[in-house]
């Protein structure tokens, strides 16, 4: 079994470390002990790192519900998939539209016959003289040829129909590639003032996109036409895709509206003798999926000219006509204007607008009302979930993340002005000095220890103890510490336990109530110590938090760092000051209330965040954190991107680790702005990206691929924009450099990466309940003590020099 050891303190027992008889194997150096399974049984759950499942059945589980979730996606897509594909027989049983032979054999040009804007490929049947015009799938006889088609059609065993005339000063106004929200409502307002019929022959996918306007064309009485889903070249592709485009657009519409339609216009098609004599394939694919296909005689090329440009007015010789215009994947606004000048100038000549209907052989029964079947249904709900929703997840992302981090970097910039300015009115007792013992927990820190030393005793506190516990170092720590030479520093020595071990070491060593903790890299400002220990006159206070700025400013990935502490991190918990909702109270410059921290039960192994788990113990006990705007300590942090991943995940898997543990604080009013506000926005600023973000990258891809950046480009403009405003205004509060405003247009570019790889890795490490190690940064000792001194004694709490004195305002 495992043993507790601990030591006693008025009463309370607190433990300092586990010491596990069945701990048989370690990790890597500096990192958490490991456990073997077949050393004994399981740990307690009480001393069980949070999110460890030792015996893995969680992550078995996860994996069995991935995999039954996989396996019956498949299983219903191999029964949906096929059936959402094909044609409907229901729809026409006359017509085999699973039969693509007739596609197949199909001369690639035709001979063309007739007069009319409706085309349909006819197979040549009788004999001699007596030549007639049959329906190529079910032999129905439609007209005899008369001599001159015979002798156009030749030998050839099929050829295409031209039928269909407008009467007299009839004119159809037909519309491609809509509905477009930035021309369709227009063009149907316009058509309605005007109380006239148009035809519009749309693409599945638009109609999916924008439903409303779909169904308007319909409500208002006009005309809509099949044009594929996609708006698809049949040269490019085979049969079955091809047909699926024709079938798929048929489902949208009546799975929207419940409208069919026998209507079909072949994108990229024309009206010259050859461009139909080789859109054969087309227009009988448009047949055996029950439609006909309908062109024009007067092709305005309205497409060609863009908004503020006059789209020449065609001819009107007083024949019926059916002109081509579009009203979708641009903007149309000459379009507009020429349809405007149509509608009044026909309407002047005596000319009736009319639809295309009463040009199919079926006449107005041609389109209409139609009842969706379930496969109609399921299909659209299938791809509106995938052309869709993404956008409308990436919108909302937009909205929700823009608004969300300009209210709340607002809030935060408005906060901590305020924080500033009423700390710097706080009068603060001049005869408080207590005992102060400041414990540094190390770990192999020969390159660093030193600077700390030497800054810490340039603080020059009255009453100071120094302990360091030597958490099993293998270099030439205790040698360095040695050489200082000071004798208020003491070492106490104990085998590698891990950082929180070290911590609660140094509090049961202690004899002050006043404990400080820095990390063994940290380099002080002058008046530190003074600093932090003021707060400690108020009973209520059991933790003070100092600000941590970077001292290794060698790189660009240093430099933006430092642009992260004084703004993201700095602003961050200066406002969470002001709310009384201080979410981290730093382990690399801290102030403990000794009483307090034992009460709540020390520094907690169960997480790698152990100084967020030890100050949301604390103000779940009722006792209150704060920060000292100028207090200022200087770390040294990664220079490269390994090391800073590592060190970023183990700080937000500890983090969610701390709010794990403590998830009834959430939403709950006893703990104010802090269970109210600070924790539930760091779940949610994990769990939405989790989410959103494959979304929103997806999206991004899928804007560049189609060469639409205007959105995309006004939000990075604007975000960086934003994001300068606040670093300007966090330098100017810092009394900083003004070079972290040139970090900011590259700020991002770091940021997105590694946030979206800490996430998934993050969120991958709690499902899978494996125990994750501390990976320790390796130090260098680059913080510059000269210079990081020189910065300090310019932003060093002023001295107080009467009882009701306010301090004076430092540089900073």
């Known amino acids: 079994m495992s043993r507790v050891a601990g030591t006693e303190w008025k009463g309370r027992i607190v433990r300092l470390e586990r010491v596990g008889i069945q701990r048989i194997r370690r990790g890597p150096v500096g990192s958490s002990l490991r456990w073997d399974r077949r050393a004994g049984p399981r740990r307690p759950s009480h001393d069980r790192a949070v999110f460890l499942d030792e015996t893995g059945s969680r992550w ?17 897509a191999a029964w949906f998939v096929p059936r959402a594909l094909a044609p409907d027989p229901s729809r026409d049983p006359r017509v085999h539209r699973d039969d693509t032979t007739l596609l197949d054999s199909l001369p690639r040009r035709l001979p063309v016959v007739g007069d009319g804007v409706m085309l349909r490929v006819f197979r040549v049947q009788g004999a001699g003289n007596r030549l007639y015009a049959a329906d190529p799938f079910t032999g129905v006889r439609w007209r005899d040829l008369s001599s001159g088609e015979m002798r156009t059609v030749g030998s050839s065993k099929f050829g295409i129909d031209r039928f269909g005339r407008l009467p007299y000063r009839q004119l ?7 509905p477009d929200p930035r021309n369709t409502p227009k063009l149907l307002d316009l058509l309605s003032r005007y109380h006239a019929p148009a035809t519009f022959f749309d693409t ?57 339609t026998g209507f079909f216009r072949l994108p990229y098609g024309g009206d010259d003798i050859d461009g139909i004599a080789t859109s054969g394939y087309g227009i009988l694919l448009a047949q055996q999926t029950g439609h006909y296909a309908a062109s024009f005689d007067i092709d305005t090329d309205d497409y060609l000219y863009k908004p503020g440009k006059t789209v020449p007015m065609p001819r009107l010789d007083g024949l019926g006509h059916v002109l081509l215009m579009h009203d979708g994947g641009a903007d149309h606004a000459a379009t507009l204007v020429l349809v405007e000048r149509l509608l009044k100038q026909a309407r002047a000549q005596g000319y009736q607008f009319v639809t295309m209907a009463s040009l199919h052989p079926d006449g107005v029964r041609s389109a209409g009302p139609a009842v969706p079947s379930l496969t109609d249904r399921l299909t659209r709900s299938a791809f509106w979930s995938a052309h869709v929703l993404p956008s409308l997840l990436v919108r909302m992302l937009f909205v929700l993340g ?5 209210v709340v970097s607002l809030a935060t910039l408005v906060l901590a002005l305020v924080e500033r300015r009423r700390r710097r009115r706080r009068v603060w007792p001049t005869a408080f000095t207590p005992p102060v013992t400041v414990v540094i927990a190390a770990y192999n820190e020969a390159a660093v220890i030193g600077k700390t030393l030497a800054s810490l005793r340039a603080n020059d506190y009255p009453d100071l103890r120094v302990l360091i516990v030597d958490d099993g170092s293998t270099d030439h720590t205790g040698e360095v510490i040695r ?17 929180a071990s070290a911590l609660n070491r140094g509090l049961a060593e202690a004899r002050t109530e006043i404990v400080v903790t820095f990390d063994a890299d940290t380099v002080l400002g002058a008046g530190t110590v003074a600093a932090l220990a003021r707060h400690f006159a108020d009973d209520r206070v059991a933790a003070v938090a100092g600000q941590v700025r970077v001292g290794n400013r060698r790189g660009l990935l240093t430099r933006w760092q430092s642009l992260e502490y004084i703004t993201a991190i700095g602003l961050d918990r200066t406002a969470q000051d002001l709310l009384g909702a201080i979410m981290v109270v730093p382990g690399a410059c801290a102030a403990w209330r000794r009483s307090a921290v034992l009460a709540v039960g ?18 779940r006990a009722g006792w209150r954190a704060e920060q000292d705007v100028e207090v200022i300590a200087y770390t040294e942090v990664p220079q490269s991107a390994r090391p800073l991943m590592r060190q970023r995940f183990r700080w937000m898997f500890g983090t969610l680790q701390a709010v794990w543990k403590h998830r009834d604080m ?40 189609a060469g ?26 810092t009394g900083e450099g003004w070079w972290h405003l040139l970090v900011v247009p590259v700020y991002r570019v770091i940021y997105e990466p590694l946030r979206t790889y800490l996430l998934y890795s993050t969120a991958l490490a709690a499902l899978r309940g494996r125990e994750v190690g501390w990976k320790r940064v390796r130090r260098t000792g680059s913080v510059p003590i000269p210079a990081v001194l020189a910065a300090s004694r310019r932003s060093q709490p002023a001295r107080l020099t009467g009882p009701d004195a306010k301090p004076e305002r430092g540089a900073a």
């Not at 823009?402 to 300009?406: E, F, L, N, R, S």
């Open 402 to 406: 823009a608004g969300t981090m300009i």
């Open 60 to 76: 078995r589980v996860i994996q069995l519900a991935i995999l039954l979730t996989v396996v019956g996606m498949l299983a219903l």
């Open 204 to 260: 599945g996918e638009n109609v999916l996109r924008y439903p409303d306007l779909f169904r308007r064309e319909v409500h208002e009485g006009h005309l809509v036409g099949n044009h594929t889903m996609r708006h698809v070249d049949f040269a490019r592709y085979g049969d079955r895709r091809n047909l699926e485009e024709v079938v798929l657009a048929d489902r949208m519409m009546r799975a929207t509206d419940g409208y069919g």
């Open 708 to 733: 639409d950046y205007g959105l995309m480009l006004v939000f990075v403009v604007g975000l960086v924009a934003f994001h300068l405003v606040v670093a300007a205004v966090a330098v100017v509060m």
């Open 666 to 705: 959430l939403l709950r009013p006893r703990y104010g702005a802090l269970g109210l506000l600070v924790m539930p926005y760091t779940v949610l600023s994990v769990v939405a990206p989790l989410l959103l973000l494959p979304v929103a990258y997806w999206l991004v891809v899928d804007s560049v691929l």
């Open 483 to 499: 050489t200082v030479g000071w004798d208020r520093v003491r070492v106490i020595r104990q085998p590698n336990r891990g950082k």
């Open 172 to 178: 159809a106004l037909t519309f491609d590639d809509g």
């Open 602 to 619: 020390g520094f907690d192994h169960r997480t790698l965040a152990e100084d967020c788990d030890l100050t949301l113990s604390l103000q």
